[in-house]
Structures are given as C-alpha cells and as structure tokens.
C-alpha cells in the first residue's frame, strides 16, 4: 500500500543552533493510522508536525503528500491542501474568543469558499457529533477549557480533513477533560482520518497503535505503520470521500469570499470599539478639517471676490502729481471735468488725503482729551459720498460739500465719532483743524465698498488753502467692464503731452487677482488640512500595526487552516476601508456643521461644492485603505508555523 506521506531525508534547523530542529527524517505514514510521537521537551516533536501540516518546510530532503513533492507546489497550492486535506488541534485551542462556538466550528470552511448553509450545516453535524452543540451560539471566550479543546477538535472535524495533526491536546487540561479529548480524537480516526498526536505523556501514547519516539531532532524508535482493523469504514463519514469533495475549493463562490471578507471584517470594527473609535476619530478630525477648511476658503473666497466686485471692478485711481497747495483744489476740479468728458462714467470724484499728524485735529468744547485712535483726514468733493456709497444722516448736508464759499463743515465716520467723543447725533461738535474752525454736521455710516472709511473726517475741499498739500487723488466709477478702456483713456484726456505724469491703479485684471487669491487661500488651508489628514493616517497604520502584533495568534490560525496571504491582507484592508468610510462621513458631517456654524457667526453666505462630501467620504476611504496597507502586507506574511 502507498504510503499517504513520505518524508526522505528531511532537516529543518532553526538558527545557529546546531541541535535545533530535526535531522535526516524518513517516515512514511499511512492513510488511517493512529500515531503518537513521543519525546522530551525541546526534542522535535512540534517542527516535526509543522512539516508533516504543511505549516513549515524543510531545509533539505523531500516530503510527498498523496505522490506530489510538496517541495515544488507554491504556496497558495499548499494552502490549499492545509484547507482541505489537514485539520489542526494546538495545545492551547486557539478558538477565537469573540465568535460563537458554531462560527469558530465553521472556521476552517472559510478558506474554500464553502456557502454559508452548506457551512452552518456541517459545524452544526460536527458540534453534535461531540455533544457540544447545547453551547453552538455560546461566545468561545466564556467555555471551559476542556469545552474550547473539544471545539478545536469540532474545527477540525467539521472541515473533513483526511489527516488531523494534535500537538499537546491534552497538556493544560486535568484528566477528566483530557480524556474526553482523547475519546473525540479516537472517533475521529474511528471515522477515517489519519490521526497524528504529539504528547510526552507516555499514558496517552500507549493509546495508539503506531509510536514514534525522537530524542534530539531524530528518530529513534518507530514501532512501524500498522493501519488498525478495527476502524469502521463502513460508516458513513463526514471525513470519507463525500466530505473531502464538500471541501475542496470553490473558485467560483467570489460572492461568499467577498462576504466573509466584509464580515470579519465588520466584526472586527465593531468588537474593539475602543480602537476603532480612536481611528474614526483621527480620520474624521483629519478630514473634517479638509471639509472645514475647503468650505471655509470657498464660504471667504465668495466674501472676499464680493468685496472686491463692490469696490473695484468698476474703479480706476488716478494719483495727481503734486503742485503748490494754493492751486492744489484748481487742480482737482479742473481734472475732475476733464475727466466727466469720458464715456460710460457713472462718478468722478476728487479728494485729497490729508497728513493727520500735521493738521492737529482736537475736539474745542468740553475737556475731552486727544484722541488716540488713528484718524484720517480727507478733503472731498460732494460727489465723494455717492461714489464711495457713503449714506449721510442728513443727505442734504451733502451741498455744503459742492459749495466754494464754506470751508468750516466737516462730517465724520462712526468710529472717528466715538475717538472725538462726540454727541450721538454726530452734530454740534466743534474741531479744530490745522488752526482752524471746523463745525461737525453730519456723521456718515460706509457700506461694503469703504469699510475702511469708518475713522475719517471729511472736510471740502475748500478747506485745502488752510491746510498742508497732500496726496491728490481721482476715483472714477465706470459702467462695468469700461474699468480697463478707462484707465488708458483718463491720462491722454487728462494731458495729452504727459499722460505719464499721472498713476493709475486699476482692477481691470482683479479676476486674475480673485482666482490667485481664492487659489493661494485653498492652497494654505489645504495644507493645514492634508498634514491633519497625513497625521491621522500614519496614526491609523500604528495602531492597526499594533492590532496585527496583538493578534498574531489569529492570524496564523487562519494561515495555519489554509487561509491564504491574500486573504489575510484582504481582511485588514477592508477593515481600513471600513474605518475609514465611517470617519469619512462622520468627518464630512461635522465639516459641513463647522463650516455652517462659523458662516452663521460671521454672517456669510454658506459655499459648500455639491462635490466635497463624496469627495470626502472617497479620501477617507483611501486614507483608510493607505493606513491599512503596510500592516496588510505585515500580516500576510506572519508564518503559519506561528500559530503552534
């Protein structure tokens, strides 16, 4: 008869240690046996199973399982076998204390693809036929540890392996348990599997009807195969051929694996809540200050390009070149008119700005002290307010400003009214500027175009022959888009000799101005919100690197019963998608109510793109598959030997 296994010539050693491992092995084993090897501490035993499971290869030497050399299949195809031809029982269970008996029964049906009644069925059949069934939905952590050996051994038999490899079965229970274990091993070999155990306790190797004793990484005793009579291969068994075939791998049920994926993967989210509410919090921070800060840049680009549309699309500045300041106001009228001669003009207006520091402003009545606030001061003509949408308590007051004869009125800004500590209605303050009498009449509120008007003083310009020369200057408010005609226009009408002699400054290119300041203020807070992302991120990836090392164990069991690297890796990345969809939306949730909440505390209108919640749920996605990838590829590779 054919051996099952043959092992020739086979050593495994393990680091520099010369008597560590196994040397020149040759064994052959057939299929139903009942074998113990037996040895001391250290002598062999467990390298040896984690050769003959396929959990380990050898340094030199050759190993036939059924014929085919195992030395030159891949790996996936020795995953495979490990999933349907071996059944796995550790000394210490490794049950997996979360799931239910039954899901633990069911586990090592996961690898194959195996449907999930199919599956829930036969873990079932496996849990009744080692009359533990009463306790199918009981979570693993809570069963005794005798109960959690036994389920170990339902795991293997559910899966119908043809060899069912023990090691140490019964080294940490007491001997109630330990038998009953023993008993569930023998029926499993009484319904045709290959069973091999590894113990040190001669009691349970006088049990079987083959040993083999290693002492030092060899073999010395091996009392020979001897497949017994007295195995009842007449009955029907779910390790026979109906079972090997249930078993073998179904590549087609891409369906079931995705959904195994998903759902271990969901349990694990779910289980360490506390892990996974960190994570979700990183990412949700990090990508709630994406959506913050995009929102944000867009809510103030639209606040910003509205100021500017109110001030400027429509404006052209004309700097006067200085002259003595007796003709200074026959300057600014004359060029005044000369520019109204222009088309498509809806303001032209002159004013000077005055130097304050020189002009000695003081409040005349009352022992009001200097003010402390700056202040400007500014000579204007009646067209000044219009142009500039200035709105005057008192419109009227307005003609006191286009008369040449009265240089004693003056009207102020808010701010400039509460600096001078003037009466609320703004009136009957007298000033004193540059030595010289000034009545305040009026006060005047700005709008959007002059917010920063507030703090000014006008005078007319009448009052300019009393007072230093200062900085000359026309604004033009055009019909829109003639700002840019305008501004080359207004020089040649102004002097047609020298055009040079007078600066313009102009918006007529504020659309490029708008766009790099929208640009450059998503590109700041775009940083700020990447480098937050980037932060939680590696966070993420440290913590789920964390989570590998905590569940080593896990991981090499399912190694260990056939699951392969890429099924591994595939269940870490799901979990980091997972993570981070959830702390993608929750992110883009409390992005979105930040954004709301600071445009309601400062009065803008909300910019949202319609884009940037998906968009943010898409980046918490990849955020999440990025942070899962290193710890995927770690996990991957975790040995199944490990699990022993």
């Not at 060899?218 to 029907?236: L, Y």
């Not at 004359?334 to 003009?345: A, F, M």
């Not at 009466?423 to 006060?443: A, F, I, R």
């Not at 209108?605 to 999440?624: A, D, F, H, K, R």
Request: hydrophobic letters at 45%.
């Amino acid at each position: 008869m054919s051996a099952l296994i043959e092992l020739q010539g086979v050593t495994r050693r393990y680091g520099t240690d010369a008597s560590a491992g196994v040397f020149d092995i040759d064994l052959e084993i057939h299929s139903g046996e009942y074998i113990v090897i037996v040895g001391a501490s250290g002598a062999g035993k467990s390298t040896l199973l984690q050769l003959i499971g396929l959990l380990d290869v050898p340094d030199e030497g050759s190993y036939c399982y059924q014929g085919a050399d195992m030395l030159t299949v891949s790996e996936r195809e020795r995953d495979k076998l490990r999933a349907t031809s071996f059944g796995f029982v550790f000394q210490a269970s490794h049950v997996l204390p979360h799931l239910s008996a039954h899901a633990n029964a069911a586990l090592g049906m996961v690898p194959n693809a195996v449907p999930l009644d199919e599956r829930s069925q036969r873990a079932y059949r496996a849990l009744q036929r080692l009359n533990i069934a009463s306790r199918a939905q009981t979570p693993a952590g809570v069963l005794s540890g005798g109960e959690r050996q036994r389920l170990a051994i339902v795991r293997a038999l559910a899966t119908g392996p043809a060899v069912v490899l023990a090691d140490e079965p019964t080294g940490s229970l007491d001997s109630l348990n330990g038998e009953r274990v023993l008993e569930d091993l023998e029926s499993l070999h009484e319904l045709g599997a290959t069973v091999i155990i590894i113990t040190h306790d001669e009691k349970v190797a006088e049990r079987a009807h083959r040993t083999i004793r290693i002492v030092d990484g060899r073999i010395v005793e091996d009392t020979g195969p001897n497949p017994p009579s007295t195995r009842h291969t007449d009955e029907p068994v779910e390790s026979g051929a109906e079972a090997s075939s249930a078993m073998q791998p179904r590549p087609k049920n891409w369906h079931v694996r995705a959904a195994d994926v998903v759902s271990e993967a969901l349990t694990e989210v779910l289980l360490r809540r506390i892990r996974t509410g960190f994570l979700v919090l990183a990412f949700a921070l990090g990508i709630g200050g994406l959506v913050t800060s995009v929102g944000l840049s867009q809510t103030a680009a639209v606040q910003i390009t509205d100021q500017l549309d109110a001030a400027a699309f429509d404006e052209v500045r004309i700097t006067l070149p200085e002259v003595a300041p007796d003709q200074l106001r026959e300057q600014l009228v004359e060029s005044r008119e000369r520019t109204l001669q222009l088309p498509h003009l809806e303001y032209a207006t002159a004013s000077v700005q005055l130097p304050f520091g020189s002009t000695g402003v003081s409040r005349l009545q009352g022992d009001a002290e200097p003010p402390t606030t700056p202040l400007q001061l500014i000579a204007v003509d009646d067209s000044f307010f219009a142009a500039n949408d200035l709105t005057l308590s008192q419109p009227h007051r307005v003609e006191l400003f286009a008369a040449s004869n009265i240089a004693t009125v003056a009207v102020v800004g808010a701010e400039a009214q509460r600096a001078l500590q003037l009466p609320s209605s703004g009136e009957d303050g007298t000033l004193v500027v540059g030595g010289h009498y000034v009545q305040v009449v009026d006060t005047f509120t700005t709008g959007d175009r002059r917010p920063g008007l507030d703090n000014a003083i006008l005078v007319p310009l009448s009052l300019l022959s009393k007072l230093p020369s200062g900085q000359a200057e026309l604004l033009i408010r055009t019909e829109p888009g003639y700002a840019a005609a305008i501004a080359e226009a207004a020089p040649l009408q102004l002097d047609a000799a020298e055009p040079g002699k007078y600066r313009v400054q102009t918006v007529a290119d504020l659309r490029n101005l708008r766009f790099g300041v929208a640009t450059d203020l998503d590109a700041l807070v775009g940083i700020m919100a990447v480098t937050l992302l980037v932060l939680a991120t590696v966070s993420a990836s440290t913590s789920m690197y964390l989570s590998v090392l905590a569940r080593s164990s896990e991981i090499a069991l399912r190694r260990a019963l056939g699951l392969s690297r890429s099924g591994v890796a595939a269940r870490f990345l799901v979990e980091g998608v997972l993570i981070g969809a959830i702390g993608g939306a929750l992110g883009a949730l409390g992005g979105v109510v930040g954004v709301l909440l600071v445009s309601m505390a400062q009065g803008w209108e909300t910019q949202i793109s319609s884009w940037l919640v998906p968009l943010s749920m898409g980046i918490g996605v990849i955020s999440g598959l990025t942070s899962a990838a290193v710890p995927a590829v770690i996990a991957s590779r975790q040995p199944p030997s490990s699990a022993l």
